[in-house]
């Protein structure tokens, strides 16, 4: 955000300031998955009092429900809560209170939007049938809030969910959302390597775990350009190595830990088999083993297409919709796709004067000029 960037983009909202003071005060207080009590404190009164019944679930999350003029449908909308263990450096002057944690991924902008529109849909319930408002812990660290909240249920008697993510990619008053994917499977794993240690000036006598290690992150480079097809999107990044005690010790075990990125189910099992097939193949190459411990992560997040054309209309005059490239981040939004239709879609935030920063960086600020547009994309949607 700019610190001027308080305007609300010529549109007459008197609610827009008070988006602005919401996002502020989440600021000041991250914090991290599971532990956003604090967080959930603040959003739990300010529903009270609107006159909402909100209920604790997930752990520290809040589900609360809006009723329409009329009967109908079931339409939830979430906003994910927690921050990230970050000294704040954005200078500031409602930057974090506490130390060591920070809102750096925009979720203090995503639950000011969904309090805003609380305030909305109660002084303005045009719609029919019921707006369900999914507070949710735990984005940022696998397994996350979702799943646990929709094992809670959430998710009964919904019938469609969107959410949205604040996108320092894209200036403010562009919209990026597509059928299909938007997000990618993000997987962990690790290859454990077992050799034979022994004296630095003996290597005849020896396994070296940490030469095979080198070569299996050497080999591990050729599965996305020389197996998957060059059109398919994915990643295989190799994170950590750790091997050996000291210099003149020939290491016996040695581990290599990394990600993998994918947006479909093919590459991504076949990117799995690849990395077992190298590792063992590697390892035995010089007479030794190794494992592969492979954890599945957040699926891919998969847009359902009448969402995405429905909500798309709805923000027509708007913002300028575009159609994004898929993000290789992940997103736990996913799990809720999995179990109704819906969409998620990315809300430029980039701040209008100023450097960017990535998502994730202690300097990550939005333009907050992005925060009311955000109240009226849900609006929009929800009231047609
Ligand atoms: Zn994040
Ligand atoms: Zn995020």
Redesign the pocket.
């Known amino acids: 955000m700019s610190e001027q960037g308080n305007g609300n983009g010529g549109m007459d909202m008197a609610w827009s300031d008070d988006v602005v003071t919401y996002r502020r005060a989440l600021h000041r207080i991250p914090e991290l998955a599971f532990q956003e009590e604090a967080t959930r404190d603040y959003l739990e009164e300010h529903l009270t009092g609107l006159g909402l019944a909100p209920r604790r679930a997930g752990g520290t999350g809040l589900v609360v429900d809006i009723a329409g003029q009329r009967p109908g449908p079931c339409l939830a909308i979430r906003a994910d809560m927690d921050g990230?263990p970050l000294t704040e450096e954005t200078g500031l002057n409602f930057a974090s209170e506490h130390p060591g944690i920070m809102h750096?991924?925009g979720?203090d902008g995503h639950m000011a939007i969904v309090l805003a529109l609380a305030d909305r849909l109660v002084a303005e319930p045009m719609f029919s049938g019921t707006v369900r408002l999914i507070f949710q812990p735990a984005?940022?660290r696998p397994p996350g809030g979702a799943q646990r909240l929709i094992a809670e249920g959430a998710l009964d008697g919904v019938d469609e969910i969107y959410g949205l993510h604040l996108w320092a990619d894209f200036p403010v008053g562009v919209a990026g959302i597509k059928e299909g994917a938007m997000m990618a499977n993000a997987d962990q794993f690790t290859v454990r390597i077992q050799g034979k240690g022994g004296h630095g000036s003996q290597p005849e006598a020896t396994q070296d775990a940490v030469l095979i290690a080198a070569q299996t992150v050497v080999n591990l480079q050729t599965v996305v350009s020389r197996r998957v097809p060059p059109l398919e999107p994915a990643v295989v990044s190799c994170g950590t190595i750790h091997g050996g005690q000291t210099f003149n010790i020939i290491a016996e075990t040695a581990e290599i830990t990394g990600t993998v990125r994918t947006l479909s189910m093919d590459t991504q099992r076949l990117i799995e088999e690849e990395i077992r097939r190298i590792a063992q193949g590697t390892a035995a190459l010089y007479g030794a083993q190794a494992e592969l411990i492979y954890d599945k992560g957040y699926p891919a997040v998969l847009n359902h297409e009448r969402a995405v054309a429905i909500w798309k209309e709805r923000l027509r005059g708007l913002v300028e919709v575009i159609r994004p490239q898929p993000s290789m981040?992940g997103e736990d939004f996913a799990y809720y796709l999995q179990q109704r239709p819906g969409a998620f879609l990315f809300l430029g935030a980039k701040p209008g004067h100023g450097t960017a920063f990535p998502?994730?960086s202690p300097h990550f600020v939005i333009d907050e000029r992005a925060l009311p547009l955000g109240v009226e994309v849900f609006y929009r949607l929800i009231c047609a």
């Open positions: 990230l750096a991924c979720h984005e940022e981040g998502h994730h």
